[in-house]
């Protein structure tokens, strides 16, 4: 047997049925449905995929939404003048730039560009920064929606020791932050680890919360975790598998059938946090739209 399983599909469905009632209560009232831009610079195949869910999603709440798709040859200054067209109209609640960009464009000055008060990412500077003193602010979708599970579970976050196993800007770090500054759902004690961290087993042995999110599939296995331990696996990795149709199939970074013995909880790769990604990106343009957040 062993930890019981978060179900982040379920989750996810909940929160998107709730964001889908506000938006028909929210048009009911007068106001035009809410509307998420996305920006697509070339075509690599994963963001293709990428936006397709993300516009799925939208569609499937009541979210107006379009793709604009640019040439991956695009200038930084050219990029930067739509994105200011962009902020400069009323009828766009959201914008999101899909990442990675070509080499070429510096994803933080993109970033930067983008008014903060559309930003639903949550990447901004001013939402980043926001998000670090606990203030409003659009919330990174993938620990957002981590904090969610939590909430959803009656997992108690605050007092216990979390470990965040992964420092990107976009769900390592802010995990961390949430986990350990926010005052409604965090205040737990926080250990944030990296490539750099020694010895990493000295760190998450001692988890409470154990939050993994560094891309690196089998990187935590059972002898590095204690008993009891709620697991979130942020992370989602091909590995080859012959016995699948595609030739591969998705794990994460934890050894779920190991891991799982010792876990109280645990999330399964896929099902677990990616859902929940989306579902928190549909419930930030509904912000965005009612200006819930910067009136
Ligand atoms: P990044 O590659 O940007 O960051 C990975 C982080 O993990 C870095 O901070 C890196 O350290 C750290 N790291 C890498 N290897 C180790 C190691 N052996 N020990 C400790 N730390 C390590 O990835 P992302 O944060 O964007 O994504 C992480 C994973 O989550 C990926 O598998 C990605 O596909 C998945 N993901 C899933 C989402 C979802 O919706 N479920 C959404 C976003 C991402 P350093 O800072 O020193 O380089």
Known sequence: ????????????????QSVREDVEQ???????????????????PASVVY????????RDVGIDTNTLELQDTISAKELKGIITDLNNDDSVDGILVQMPLPSHLSQYDVIESIDHRKDVD????MNVGRLSIDQPCFRSCTPAGVMELFKYYSIPVKSKHAVVVGASNIVGSPMAVMLSRENSTGKATTTICHKFT?????????????VVAA???????????????????VGINRVADETSEKGYK?????DFESVRKKASWITPVPGGVGPMTVAMLMKNTLLAAKKSIYP
């Open 215 to 233: 891309g690196q599939p089998n990187l935590i296995k059972a002898e590095m975790v204690k008993e009891g331990v709620v697991v979130v696996d």
């Open 122 to 125: 949550g990447f901004h500077p």
């Open 51 to 58: 936006t397709g869910t993300k516009t799925k999603a939208c």
């Open 26 to 44: 929210w048009v009911k009232k007068g106001n035009r449905a809410p509307f998420l831009q996305v920006v697509l610079v070339g075509d690599d």
């Open 198 to 210: 020694r010895d990493l087993t000295t760190h998450t042995i001692h988890a409470d919360i154990l």
């Open 250 to 254: 998705l794990v994460g970074d934890v």
């Open 1 to 16: 047997m062993g930890g019981e399983i978060i179900d982040g599909k379920k989750v996810a469905e909940l929160v998107r």
